[in-house]
């Protein structure tokens, strides 16, 4: 009793020398990455699952829930007090107010905790009374895995690839003009590094805007805090022999500094810290966009994914102390599909990140595909056209505000339908077209107890947390 009781006082007073949160200390933690590129749809899945954690009416497939073995959830403190807050009741308030609209996407790293009050299982549930289970939901930019290429790259090797990527992408050649004439090894003036950097980040945004995501550094375009600071002011220059206070010896010493201040950093305070992650990839999108976004999407996955697979770098390795144990791969907004189709976007959506997965199995992390939609804009409608029945759906156009009924394509059984002629380079799709509409979301009215409507965030859910709520 007495040693109970010492324990226990210990316990807590390390608990608030560390942190500000109360009991915390003896719970457990699990710690959720939710990524994917610009505009995959992370604000809409965080805001939508959190919503749908805290009043579980739609979650059937979540077994925690269903059983009600989740007997309450609340929003906490969050550990990190440096880390900006996700914004969740904004972000839910767009989505549900009398005139919805999507909310701001993420622009940088943000967290969020959510705790859950579960009646344990097993043999322990009669004896113990319900637990705590903290729940960290921690949002960041995909484009930031991307650099962990950079640092096993060299100033000159970076630059080398990235001239050779201006090349041959669009708006390449409005920086490579502007390097022409420029002496690198001429003295560092700021105004002439800032017009560089901003001609570089110029190219990368009609690049991304064609459909390019694969490229480096991820801060470029989403510079969140470090918008203007030196760090983030270099631009790849041609290799050259420069003296000190050179435009390229400076460059190199910045790109150094990003790696170091910007990029390990990251790694080691958000990324090594993770227990299971959710990477959300607008497939749709890229389909409708043409092959050679599928291309580029799978090649940016493939990229993305190396960061899951710790052995792949020195760096990563060292830090790794605990490992992500469970990977969903996510092709979003599948609410732009009649259901009957939700099988081949997960066929797609599979076979996108199999390459990655086979040549390493995610260091033993379970992984799935899965087709969903965080927030569901449309309603399913089937109609006769032509003497044929044809599955649509139905939503409320994102401009002009006019009800629509849609058919975005009948996507094919086998995926190498779509990523063999991405493969081999060709520009359009032979025998088909594949639309995206921007629906609104819908206005809802939700009854006590009910979050909003989804596609199967529930069994995301379960793959994600399940084992961790019994
Ligand atoms: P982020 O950049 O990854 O944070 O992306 P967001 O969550 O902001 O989503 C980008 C856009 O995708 C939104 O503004 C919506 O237009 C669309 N979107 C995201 N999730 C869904 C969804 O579940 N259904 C539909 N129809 N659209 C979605």
Known sequence: MVIGTIADTLGRGIEGVTSTVAESFLDPVIRLGVTGLSRAGKTVFITALVANLLDRGRMPGLAAAQSGRIQAAFLQPQPDDTVPRFEFETHLAALTGPAPFWPESTRQVSELRLSLRVQPTGLLSGLSGPRTVHLDIVDYPGEWLLDLAVLDQS????????????????????????????????????????????????????????GFSDYTPGRFLLPGELEGSPVLTFAPLPPSAAPRGSLAREFARRYEAYKSQVVKPFFRNH????????????ALGAIHSGPPAVEDLRRTMAHILGAFRPGRNRFLTALMGRRIDRILFAATKADHLHHSQHPKLTAIMDALVRDARDRADFAGAQTRAMAIA???????ETRTHDGAEVDLVRGTLLEGGKQAAFYPGDLPEDPKALLVPARQGDATWLDA?????????????????????????????????????R
Request: aromatic fraction near 8%; charge should be neutral; include cysteine.
């Open 155 to 210: 100033y000159d090797q970076w630059a080398a690839d990235a001239l050779a990527q201006a090349k041959t992408r669009p708006g390449g050649a409005g920086y490579l003009a502007c390097l022409a004439g420029l002496d690198p090894a001429a003295r560092l003036q700021e105004p002439r590094a800032q017009a560089l950097a901003k001609a570089y980040t110029e190219y990368l945004t009609t690049a991304r805007a064609a």
């Open 271 to 282: 990324f090594a810290r993770l227990d299971r992650q959710i990477v959300l990839v607008d």
């Open 374 to 380: 965080a927030l569901r804009a449309t309603v399913e």
């Open 433 to 469: 077209d594949f639309d995206v509409m921007r629906f609104a979301p819908a206005r809802l009215a939700l009854k006590p107890g009910e979050g909003p409507p989804h596609i199967r965030l529930d069994s995301a859910a379960d793959f994600l947390l399940g084992d961790k709520l």
